[in-house]
């Protein structure tokens, strides 16, 4: 599965802070207490859920140290809050927005959002190149946001493939670890598929390019029309319009 985009999130929570959860008397040493460190956990999972609500999905939120040359002002109000354009698996960022206070400040903290499922992994070390066989995988429970790349999920989609780098034993088996395949040679006839808003239609055509998987391929139809898609199957090219 490819690893998912996280849109940007609205501000998702207000914490009212009677004493202030980040005190100017100790910015020396400032970071969060208990309460705010729970609030900032609750929407790191919150932003992940849209693409984390699967079964066999478990999310663990690990909230880091804010930066210990932070010096800031006494606050009443902290908006904890996902900065646009930042993942919401993986290593991301938390804002917090001082709203009301003396001096009004906003920084961030380091998060890692982990989502475990399970997914193949190597028995042993092996080098690229290596064709898989489905003795040299095994199924695991994995982080698999924790590395770019979608995790292989299943053993039809490993099996025959060939390794494009080498890869520890116990690595995680990703999408991108496997060699692009390719699914015609220049000059094949090939089955061209159009789509578009609510239609379809299929004909025929003569690759111009190899079709190499997921990579775009130009093709001569009947018409004598030159057109460029994508190869995403043995002898199919795929053309959204």
Same mark, same amino acid.
């Given at each position: 599965m490819n690893r998912p985009s996280a849109s940007p999130l609205p501000i998702l929570a207000t914490l009212v802070l009677a004493t202030g959860m980040v005190s100017g008397a100790r910015a020396q040493q400032a970071d969060l207490d208990a309460g705010l460190r729970a609030e900032v956990s609750r929407?790191?999972?919150?932003?992940?859920?849209? &693409?984390?609500?699967?079964?066999?999905?478990?999310?663990? +939120?690990? =909230?880091?140290?804010?930066?210990? !040359?932070?010096? $800031?002002?006494?606050?009443?109000?902290?908006?904890?809050?996902?900065?646009?354009?930042?993942?919401?698996?993986?290593?991301?960022?938390?804002?917090?927005?001082? &709203?009301?206070?003396?001096?009004?400040?906003?920084?961030? +903290?380091? =998060?890692?959002?982990?989502?475990? !499922?399970?997914? $193949?992994v190597l028995r042993d070390a092996l080098p690229g190149g290596t064709e898989l066989e489905a003795g040299q995988l095994m199924p695991a429970e994995v982080d698999v946001a924790a590395a770019p790349g979608a995790a292989v999920l299943d053993f039809a989609q490993a099996v025959g493939r060939t390794l494009s780098r080498p890869l520890p034993a116990g690595a995680t088996l990703r999408v991108t670890d496997l060699k692009a395949r390719q699914w015609f040679a220049a000059g094949e006839t090939v089955r061209v598929v159009a789509n578009g808003p609510g239609w379809a239609a299929a004909t025929e055509g003569r690759a111009m390019t190899p079709g190499i998987e997921g990579q775009l391929v130009r093709v001569?139809?009947?018409?004598?029309?030159?057109?460029?898609?994508?190869?995403?199957?043995?002898?199919?090219?795929?053309i959204n319009l």
């Open positions: 929407l790191a999972q919150e932003a992940a859920a849209p &693409t984390t609500q699967q079964p066999g999905l478990r999310v663990q +939120v690990e =909230v880091g140290q804010m930066d210990p !040359r932070l010096h $800031l002002a006494p606050c009443q109000r902290i908006q904890p809050y996902l900065p646009a354009g930042l993942p919401a698996w993986g290593r991301t960022r938390i804002g917090l927005k001082c &709203t009301q206070g003396a001096k009004p400040w906003n920084i961030s +903290v380091p =998060v890692t959002v982990h989502v475990f !499922r399970q997914a $193949l001569r139809v009947e018409s004598g029309k030159l057109l460029t898609g994508k190869a995403v199957a043995d002898g199919t090219v795929e």
